[in-house]
């Protein structure tokens, strides 16, 4: 394995070595009640500040000193762009938190070197893109991501050659091990100075002394044992990439890349016996910036023109267009789930296609209009009306639930209100059906009414106690059927448990 | 080529032929009450039909209408059970009128689990949805419920949805409520209102009831003669998936389904006699 820590986006701005640079640029934040410099430019390093000076100081040794707040919400903001970026690399990047706070990057570039042409080209080529934009960066690749860490911060740049760990760190002072500081200053204390002097002695008494974890540490440092990165996005099951030499920017150009894509993933699915259920399209602009878009589907897909399609509706679909800026130069497609697929049983009815024509229309709907748009109903077994059917996304919904239709259907309307709306009603006392009722600002007569049906809250669900509800079902004179309620019992009133009772419009009949 | 889809073409085309020729195939449905009958109104499959609600208020009872002539025109045969409606809704319909209900829709006569619901933002959407899924085969029928008359439904677009529904066979219902007479290209227009239901036991509601005017009958290639148009009062029996005539005078009698709550229970709204009531808010 090899790891390379990328030390950057330190501080809002660009680091840059222009000559014309008006001034020494710091970053100040408030760290007791003292103005204290967070992060500096080279120009201000040159000049002799250091991280951690108070302002007055700093101010003192460079009198035209240009000063801004630090921003660590920006900063870190900032690095996930650039993490997001170093994605065309390798999949697994990882922010490098130190001290809790992100301030570099880990790339594991196991088995992607030789795409780039070697580690050494790699390294140089993702320093110049970075550099392309404006980043100065710190680059190592070693075999361990704890001795590519020290390295970089350290200082040092270039490649370790495998096996070559132990001597590239040997001389960096103990606290580049990432351990606390009481080990570091009891380390200094013993007059173990650098990684070399730990390395030299025997482990058992330093654990005795220190604990586990400066051994762990000291061995992934010199690179004797691995550790593996926790990367930021999940990975994908399997991807498929172009690289632009030229980067492409017209709609038509990403859907025809699309495409080609879509049936790269088609193979590598075959070989596995599977369809996948998710996939997500990454776009690299030239400039850095990464636009992700994501489809889910019905059942599990490989078929390369239907995914094809599902992209040209999911990239006609969308409310900001991609902007391509100056271009993409690299688009990815990535399956994150997939699921068995097996070849199905061509049956002579033709009913399979069928199937596979509505579950191919649920898919486009909903890819165009959002899953939460095209649903399905699930049933529960409850008697309560607001939650005796509830609507699904469709393509959640592999098997269909079998339906939980009782002999008899009870009345009960065709939509309801949700939350139910409020009525002013005339009923006799105490449980008599409305007689007349108000509905936004229309009287209704009623002609004929059933009732009560009285249902009382799931208590088990609600621990405040919600009151009980008497169902009527009404039609009135011009022949509109209401499903109307009473909230309430006269009795509890009258015995002074509850306010008096109000009446609510809950659904409408055909 | 793929043989399952040129074996599912075959299907469709021999589908096709066969329904000329093969009595079974039925390629219209009627209403199943008397009246229309004898009126002669029969509706085609695989068309395109257009229900009105008289006033915004009549669209509960037009939205009932749409869906039980779909149940008619989904029982077909036995080896299209099971089919899905797809039910394209407009967000504004669910504002005005609440969402959809499972046990409601069981209480018509609709399995809530063969319903695919689309929502769809505004009138053009609906249409997109509409005219992507009237070309799916697989569909029972398809239910197209737009808010008002957008200017996007329009003759083009109507004649588009019923040519595709000849193509795929997809019997589609537009519902919607009439706002001007507008141009469109549908096999038959209904305009529905509710009618007064014949009362159950203790003078409870009835089944769903409606009156249906036909304003528009194109008839159809050897079957249907356009109809003159017509009048009726209709109610809907979910459970033998029929419409019935429903003559307000007689008070046909009805069976009382086992599940309805007692009404021996409520004390009876007596005339003539003092009533305590009551106004709350």
Redesign the interface.
Known sequence: MSAEGVRGGEGSGPQTDDPFAPAPLVFVEKVQNALRLAALDRAARRAGLVPGLTLADARARVPGLAVLDHDPAADAAFLEEVADDCDRWTPLVALDTPEGVPDGLVLDITGCAHLFGGEVVLRARLLSHLQRHGLGALAVIAGTPDAARALARSGKGGVVLPGGEAQAVAGLPVARLGVSTEIVTGLSRAGLKTIGDLAARPGTPLAARFGRELLTRLARTLGREDVRLVPRRPLPECIAERRFAEPIARTADIEATLALLVDDLALMLEARGEGGRAFEACFFRTDGAVRRLKIETARPLRDGVALARLWHERIEALADPLDPGFGFDLVRLGVMRAEKLTP?Q?S???????????A???D??AV??GR??????L?RDTHD?DR??A?VP?DGVST????L??????????????PPQ?V??????P???P?RFRWRR?VHEV???????RLAPEWWRQPEAAPTRDYY???N?????FWLFRAGLYEREAQGEAG????FLH???? | MDPIRDVAALRQMLAGLEAERLPGVEQFFSLGAAGPEAGGVRLARGALHEVQAASSADMPAATGFALALALRAMRRAVAEEGRPLLWVRQDMAEAEFGRLDGPGLSALGLDPARLILVRARDGEEVLRAAGDAVRCAGLGALLIEIWGTPKVLDLTATRRLALRATSSGVTSFLLHRAAQPAATAVATRWRVMPAASAPLEGDAPGAPSFHATLLRHRGGEGGARPVEGGDWTLEWDHEAFTFRDLDPLSRTVVSVPAGRPDRAAAPEARRGENLALRRVG
């Open positions: 199905a061509v002579l009815d033709g009913r399979a296609v069928e199937e596979e024509e509505v191919a229309l649920i486009r709907l165009r209009l939460e748009r095209v649903l399905r109903f049933q009306p005796a059917s609507l469709a269909l639930s079998p339906a239709t009782p002999p008899e259907v009870p009345a009960r309307p065709l939509t309801l209100f949700d409020p002013e009603a005339l009923a006799e006392v449980d008599g059906p007689l229309v002609a004929r009414a059933e009732g009560p049906e079902r009404v039609e004179r011009e022949g509109r059927r008096p009772p109000r009446w659904g409408l009949f055909p």
